[in-house]
C-alpha cells in the first residue's frame, strides 16, 4: 500500500494511540479536578484498536506510542500490546509508551515482555508536597518505585517535565542532575493551551527559551541532531553527560518536520495536536469488515491535515482546542 503524505509533503509515520481519557491523577496544566470522562460504551474496544494500529502499520507507520489519558489504567492493555507486538519487525519498529508512573511498578515487566522498550516517565517535581499540588494527588513515592522497576526490567526511560512558572521552575536543574544522575534523558515541556482547566495558564506559562538562556549561564549546552520521533530539539549537557530534550510548541513552532498523527479511545482521528481538525474512524471501523472502506477513511483524514498548529502565546489564556491533553492522547 501507498505511504500516507499529507498535503504539505509530510510522511506519517508516527501514531499516538489514546486507549483511555482516564487518569489516576489530575495534574493542574491537562485537567480539572472533577473531569467527565467518556462513557464506557463510546470506547473503541481493544480488538477495535488493534485493527486500527494494524491498519495504519499496512501504510508506513513505522512507531506507535500509547497514551491516555493514563494507558496503564485501562483494563486489559497489556492484550492489546501482545497483540501489536506481531508487526515488530514487519514494518512496526518500535512500541513505546508514555505514563504517570503510578501503576509502573506492577507493570514494567509486563511491558517488557509486551515488546515496549522505551517507556517516557511524567515527573513535574521530586519535592513530595509540589508534586502534590501540580498532580492534586499525593502519588510520588508510587512514581519512584515504578521508575526503578522500569529500569530494573529493562526499560530505557526518559522524563518528561511540563514547566510551571509558580511550581517548579526553581526546581528544574535538580530534575535535569537527579535524571542524568541516573542515567535518563530528560524534556522539558512548555505548557499548551488544550482545554479548560481550573487554573489561567497564562500566569504558568515558562519560556523555555527563557529556561535555555538562565541555563547556559552556569552549564554548557551543545546542540545535537538526535531525534526520537517526538517533536524535541536536543541539547548535550557538557557537565552532567545527559541529553536534555525542549518541546517548545509556543516559543518555536515544531510543525515543519512532524510525522505524527493521534488516535483517540473513541477512534477520532486528530491531524494535529493544537487544532480541531479531525475524522471519525470508528464508523467505517464499525461498518465493514474490509479493509478498503477503512483505508479510504484514513486517507481523506490525512488529506485534512493542517500545516500547522493553533497554539499562540498571546492566546493562551484560552484553550486552542476544546479537547482536553488527556483526551487527545499526550
Not at 501489536?84 to 518500535?94: F, I, N, Q, S, T
Not at 535518563?184 to 499548551?192: Q, R
Amino acid at each position: 500500500m501507498k505511504p500516507l503524505i499529507d498535503p504539505f509533503g509530510r510522511a506519517i509515520t508516527y501514531l499516538r494511540v489514546s486507549v483511555t481519557d482516564r487518569c489516576d491523577l489530575r495534574c493542574i496544566y491537562c485537567m480539572t479536578e472533577r473531569m467527565r470522562f467518556v462513557p464506557r460504551p463510546e470506547l473503541l474496544t481493544l480488538e477495535e484498536l488493534a485493527r486500527l494500529c494494524a491498519a495504519f502499520v499496512q501504510r508506513g507507520v513505522r512507531r506507535l506510542r500509547f497514551t491516555g489519558g493514563e494507558p496503564l489504567v485501562r483494563r486489559g492493555f497489556l492484550d492489546l500490546l501482545h497483540e501489536v507486538k506481531r508487526h515488530l519487525g514487519a514494518g512496526l519498529d518500535e512500541i513505546t509508551l508514555t505514563t504517570n508512573g503510578v501503576q509502573l511498578a506492577e507493570f514494567a515487566e509486563p511491558l517488557y515482555h509486551a515488546g515496549v522498550r522505551r517507556v517516557n516517565v511524567s515527573i513535574d517535581s521530586l519535592d513530595r508536597d509540589t508534586f502534590k499540588r501540580i498532580a492534586r494527588r499525593d502519588r510520588l513515592a508510587q512514581v519512584l518505585e515504578g521508575v526503578d522497576a522500569a529500569e530494573r526490567a529493562g526499560l530505557k526511560i526518559k522524563i518528561n517535565t511540563v514547566a510551571l512558572k509558580h511550581d517548579n521552575a526553581h526546581e528544574i536543574p535538580d530534575l535535569v542532575k537527579w535524571a542524568h544522575g541516573r542515567g535518563f534523558d530528560i524534556t522539558l515541556i512548555e505548557t499548551m493551551p488544550l482545554g479548560e482547566i481550573d487554573e489561567d495558564r497564562t500566569d504558568q506559562f515558562l519560556s523555555l527559551a527563557r529556561v535555555r538562556e538562565d541555563m547556559q549561564s552556569y552549564w554548557t549546552l551543545r546542540d545535537i541532531p538526535d531525534r526520537t520521533g517526538g517533536p524535541a530539539r536536543y541539547v548535550r549537557v557538557e557537565e552532567t553527560g545527559g541529553r536534555l530534550g525542549f518541546i517548545t510548541p509556543l516559543t518555536h513552532n515544531f510543525c515543519e518536520g512532524c510525522s505524527r498523527v493521534r488516535l483517540t479511545c473513541t477512534g477520532r482521528l486528530y491531524l494535529c495536536l493544537g487544532h480541531e481538525t479531525s475524522a471519525d474512524l470508528r464508523a467505517p471501523l464499525r461498518a465493514s469488515a474490509e479493509d478498503a472502506p477503512l483505508q479510504e477513511a484514513i486517507d481523506a483524514a490525512i488529506a485534512l491535515r493542517p500545516k500547522g498548529h493553533d497554539f499562540v502565546i498571546e492566546r493562551l489564556s484560552q484553550p486552542a482546542t476544546e479537547r482536553h491533553m488527556s483526551a487527545t492522547g499526550g
